[in-house]
Nanobody, 124 residues
Framework: QVQLVESGGGSVQSGGSLKLSCAASTQTFNTYTMGWFRQAPAREREFVAAIPWGGGDTSYADSAKGRFTISRDNTKKTVYLQMDSLKPEDTAVYYC?????????????????WGQGTQVTVSS
């Protein structure tokens, strides 16, 4: 069982930045692909970004490209999501997730464990 705890959410104005963190409980963190998803009210949970165990070949949703950066520190068992140039449409609950799969981890169903989420609110 993998426990994931997100932090770093909050309220910012449009154009601002936030850095989300997700700490994992597992000793095998460095074997998992990690991802970030988000869910806005009345909308489906959607993929934001993913990073493989080694840190290379990151993937981003089109909405995140050029503004968000996913990274990880395997020694700290933590994955991060740096969000810059935030827009009101980025307002959502952000979830981190862990997957045992090494490739094609863009879908919610590809992930095996989830955190509880952290709220991000961007005001105009």
């Amino acid at each position: 069982q993998v426990q994931l705890v997100e932090s770093g959410g909050g309220s910012v104005q449009s154009g601002g930045s936030l850095k989300l963190s997700c700490a994992a409980s597992t000793q095998t963190f460095n074997t998992y692909t990690m991802g970030w998803f988000r869910q806005a009210p009345a909308r489906e949970r959607e993929f934001v970004a993913a990073i493989p165990w080694g840190g290379g070949d990151t993937s981003y949703a089109d909405s995140a490209k050029g503004r968000f950066t996913i990274s990880r520190d395997n020694t700290k068992k933590t994955v991060y999501l740096q969000m810059d140039s935030l827009k009101p449409e980025d307002t959502a609950v952000y979830y981190c997730a862990a997957s045992v799969r090494a490739t094609m981890v863009l879908r919610r169903s590809d992930y095996d464990w989830w955190g509880q989420g952290t709220q991000v609110t961007v005001s105009s």
